[in-house]
């Protein structure tokens, strides 16, 4: 229960107070009174900061990369809450062992989406042209895989759309309980109509919000705020995207894209 805080030239200090259940009193004073410890999600976008790294030629082999982890957080975490990243105890075999894994496995994942290179002895890692742009635009590694793999020189203004919401960086955008129905009769006013749309995913929604920014559509207070977010993200994604089809040397699909870039903005 909270009544008014700090009114300006008549307050000095206010009070909150947090109503309970007697057995839950403990558990919440020590909730507010002793935080929890702060763990390290690094191990979750390991690919994204390595390849950062090799394009910056701060990591230029894969002990390089090893010794770079130790001086994280998600380091020192490891070893004082092993558990908490799936491993059993924190000794120093273990932890050699679950970092050599980890490098071996984010590097591979990077040679998979051709952002690097590994030379002939194995060791050494080489950026390519995927992983310095997503570098330089601050761009998940994933998705400029998925534009090296999904675009064509024949693509229409339509499809492009299509490739840029499916984009990694759009699959938090949240969606809400009931909002299928309202999108399904946004999508009925856009120009383009997706195929088979599934509602309850990231992807359909970031197209039908993009689409109704494109036709100035009115919307709800909700559909505002997710569509700033997703045009906030689309500016950063369709740059990339622009250099990604340059580099194979489509002019049309690139000047599709630049012009999306304009529709967006």
Sequence with gaps: MMGRACRPNEDDNSRCLVYCHTPKKDFYKKFLLEPFPVESSLHNHMADHINAEIVSKFITSKPDCVDWITWTLFYRRLTQNPNYYNLEAATGTLINDYLSTLVEDTVEELVNSKSITVDDDEMGLIPLNLGMISSYYYI????????????????????????????????????????????????????????????????????????????????????????????????KIIPPLVDVISSNGWLKPAILAMHLSQMVV
């Design 140 to 235: 998940q590694t994933t998705t400029l895989d998925l534009f090296s793999r999904s675009l064509l020189p024949n693509f229409k203004l339509r499809q492009i759309l299509e490739i840029v919401c499916a984009s990694t960086e759009f699959e938090q955008i949240p969606i809400r309980h009931g909002e299928d129905k309202i999108l399904r009769s946004i999508l009925n006013e856009v120009q383009y109509k997706l195929e088979k749309p599934k509602f309850n995913e990231p992807d359909a929604k970031a197209n039908i919000l993009l689409q109704s920014h494109f036709s100035r559509l009115p919307l709800s207070s909700d559909f505002i705020y997710d569509q700033r977010v997703i045009l906030e993200k689309a500016v």
